[in-house]
């Protein structure tokens, strides 16, 4: 979740997007279910840049490819 991402790991937008692919690729490679959850209380007001750098920018490069 991007408590874990931004809060506890102190990530920012750029190194939490390149985490995310990470795991993802690897739940691929063992042709797992990937499960990416964010908090809803997350996605307005001061998160908004957040979660449209992070989440958003994520599917839109999935549907990319």
């Known amino acids: 979740m991007e408590g874990t991402l931004f809060s506890h790991r102190k990530m920012n937008n750029t190194e939490a997007l390149e985490k ?3 795991l993802h690729n ?3 490679e063992v042709e797992g ?3 990416f ?3 809803n209380s997350s996605i ?3 998160y908004k840049k957040r ?3 992070v989440y958003c920018k994520f599917f839109e490069n999935l549907n990319k490819k």
């Open 37 to 39: 959850l964010w908090h």
């Open 51 to 53: 979660f449209d750098e």
């Open 44 to 46: 307005y007001g001061e």
């Open 20 to 22: 995310i692919n990470i």
């Open 33 to 35: 279910d990937f499960i």
């Open 26 to 28: 690897r739940c691929k």
